[in-house]
Nanobody, 121 residues
Framework: QVQLVESGGGLALAGDSLKLSCVASGLTARLNHMGWFRQRPGKEREFVGSINLPGGSYDVADDRFHLSRNIAENTVLLQMDNLQADDTATYYC?????????????????WGQGTQVTVSS
């Protein structure tokens, strides 16, 4: 089993930056990607980005977002710049093994509880 815990959410003003953190614990050795998804009010969960753990390369849905990882600390960071009100959502960290589509929630068997980000204009 893998446990994921997000932190770093909160209230921000439009134009601010925010960095979210996800710490993984448990049987993490076989994880291949860590992803970030968000769920805006009244909408389905959507892909934000995903990082390849061995290599560090990542894909994001918006170039205002950047991912990084610290293998030694089992931590993945989501840096969000120039936040807008439309970024208000609950942000979830997720872990997957090799294979599957990185932007598909169904590829990720492990999920954190989420952290709320609220952006005020």
């Amino acid at each position: 089993q893998v446990q994921l815990v997000e932190s770093g959410g909160g209230l921000a003003l439009a134009g601010d930056s925010l960095k979210l953190s996800c710490v993984a614990s448990g049987l993490t050795a076989r994880l291949n990607h860590m992803g970030w998804f968000r769920q805006r009010p009244g909408k389905e969960r959507e892909f934000v980005g995903s990082i390849n753990l061995p290599g560090g390369s990542y894909d994001v849905a918006d170039d205002r977002f950047h991912l990084s990882r610290n293998i030694a600390e089992n931590t993945v960071l989501l840096q969000m710049d120039n936040l807008q009100a439309d970024d208000t959502a609950t942000y979830y960290c997720a872990g997957k093994y090799r294979g599957g589509i990185i932007s598909d929630t169904r590829s990720y068997p492990y999920w954190g509880q989420g952290t709320q980000v609220t952006v005020s204009s």
